[in-house]
């Protein structure tokens, strides 16, 4: 499983070092929402520069259509860069060539050209064949930078020897997303906490009534087998309602026709809290509510605060729940803020990325 690490490249002084980022920010009107994807890069970059390597970065933007577009430029990117390593020179966004996607090598051989050396951080990319992820590992000695390495030990320790009670939380919208991963981590951990739109299937699974809430019926049967494995699920014992007027109630989990579940409620955000405490590791992926309107928010702070005062190790799988603890100020407090959303529960279910193996089975390793 071990990744070539920077100290495995040969001496990169006076080399090209070729470095593909996730600099995928959000961006509003040409402006930086949050530059964190851009700093969480620097400790590798700086290593690269500090020991007189020429390094140009790369990364997607966006979802360009394989050719340029302007909204995609990573002009704003680069202006960053600039002020934060001056000496890392960025390409154009990859996906504004077809060949990235598509994984062509005649893209890889004009990404490489001049290059002596590879390195992955794109830890958040890693679950993608795309060229710039898989294609210079086989021409150039690699390795895994050091945002990239320290996601995959904080995933492998969770997956490997996780201390118990190990609790996981998931939320967000789709359960056809995610089945793969609850299967996978039922086999891990002592509870799976189960929240936002995708528990409204579960219920339905169980023989709850759902309205017109989010639900997958063609993933019912698949949510009654995996209720049916006896291990421990659990699911909201309330919720909040939107009503047919946009009126706001709190209910039970039997959803009248016309009313929406958009929120876990308050009972079951006080249960969930409770599991979480008890909790020596915690994996949180997905809100538990539509937390971006303030009406639905409640359960999913609730989660974020009792993720932030457990005493174990926390970790809070990108996306939507990063940006939750984010927006409620609890960052700081949790151990381990993954920046791939995708990516980090691919490799819960699968176990290894598209990305790792080509670093593992670079010319170098
Ligand atoms: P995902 O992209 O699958 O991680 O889901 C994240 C989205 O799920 C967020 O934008 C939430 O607003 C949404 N969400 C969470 N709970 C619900 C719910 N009960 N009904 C509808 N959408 C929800």
Redesign the pocket.
């Known amino acids: 499983m071990k990744l070539p690490q920077l100290e495995d490249l040969p001496d990169v002084a006076g080399k090209r070092v070729l470095v593909r980022c996730d600099f995928n920010v959000p961006l509003a009107g040409g402006h930086i929402e949050d530059d964190l994807r851009i700093r969480s890069a620097l400790p590798t970059l700086e290593w690269l520069t500090g020991r007189g390597a020429q390094v140009t970065a790369c990364t997607h933007l966006g979802r360009p259509k394989g050719k340029p577009d302007p909204s995609t430029d990573v002009a704003p990117v680069r202006a960053r860069l600039k002020e934060l390593a001056p000496d890392v020179a960025l390409m154009d966004n990859l996906r504004w060539d077809a060949g990235e996607e598509a994984n062509d090598p005649a893209f890889v051989d004009r990404l490489v050209a001049g290059q002596d050396c590879y390195v992955d951080d794109a830890f958040g990319s890693a679950h993608r064949a795309h060229a710039s992820i898989v294609g210079p590992p086989a021409r150039l000695p690699s390795a895994a930078g050091r945002l990239l390495a320290r996601e995959v030990e904080v995933l492998s320790g969770l997956l490997n020897d996780a201390k118990r009670p190990f609790v996981a939380v998931l939320?967000?919208?789709?359960v056809s997303?995610k089945l793969g991963v609850i299967q996978a981590l039922l086999d891990k951990v002592d509870a799976l906490v189960i929240?936002?739109?995708?528990?409204?299937t579960f219920l339905a699974a169980e023989g709850q009534r759902t309205g017109d809430?989010?639900l997958e019926a063609d993933q019912v049967d698949a949510c009654r087998r995996l209720l049916a494995l006896g291990k421990r699920i659990v699911l909201p014992s309330d919720l909040t309602l939107l009503g047919p007027d946009n009126q706001v109630r709190q209910g039970g989990t039997s959803v009248p026709d016309g009313w929406?579940?958009?929120?876990i409620g308050p009972g079951s955000a006080a249960e969930f809290s409770d599991v979480i405490t008890d909790a020596r590791t915690v994996l949180w992926n997905?809100?538990?509510?539509?937390?971006?309107d303030p009406r639905?928010a409640a359960g999913t702070r609730t989660v974020a605060e009792a993720v932030a005062a457990c005493r174990g190790f926390t970790v809070v799988g990108g996306?939507?729940s990063a940006a939750a603890v984010a927006q409620f100020g609890l960052d700081k407090e949790i151990d381990f803020v993954s920046t791939g959303?995708g990516a980090s529960l691919e490799f819960i279910e699968q176990g290894d990325l598209p990305g790792l193996r080509a670093l593992r089975e670079s010319v170098n390793a």
């Open positions: 939320g967000g919208s789709k997303d929240g936002g739109g995708m528990c409204f809430s989010l929406k579940g958009l929120d997905g809100p538990m509510g539509v937390f971006e639905f996306g939507d959303g």
